[in-house]
Nanobody
Framework: QVQLVESGGGLVQAGGSLRLSCAAS????????MGWYRQAPGKQREWVAE???????NYADSVKGRFTISKDNAKNTMYLQMNSLKPEDTAVYYC???????WGQGTQVTVSS
């Protein structure tokens, strides 16, 4: 069983930045099956960004150009750098491992206008 633990959420003003972290234990080889999702109040969980099996990255249109997914295999940690945050980015952010279906517990991001 893999445990995913997110951190780095918080309250930020519109236009600000946050960096989320997702630590995997035990390690996930190359973390190439990892991604980020988010769920806003009253809405369904939606995909945000992911690593593909070929080492590339994909982003939802709503975050493209503002968010960057990255990883440090040595630290078993994935990151989501979020810049130019908007109030509509307010949500609980989850990391996800898609092959086995693991989810983290989520971290709250709140963007004030």
């Amino acid at each position: 069983q893999v445990q995913l633990v997110e951190s780095g959420g918080g309250l930020v003003q519109a236009g600000g930045s946050l960096r989320l972290s997702c630590a995997a234990s035990p390690s996930i080889p190359s973390m190439k099956s990892m991604g980020w999702y988010r769920q806003a109040p009253g809405k369904q969980r939606e995909w945000v960004a992911e690593f593909t099996g070929f080492g590339n990255t994909n982003y939802a249109d709503s975050v493209k150009g503002r968010f960057t997914i990255s990883k440090d295999n040595a630290k078993n940690t994935m990151y989501l750098q979020m810049n130019s945050l908007k109030p509509e980015d307010t949500a609980v952010y989850y990391c996800h491992e898609r092959v086995r279906g693991y989810w983290g517990q989520g971290t709250q991001v709140t963007v004030s206008s």
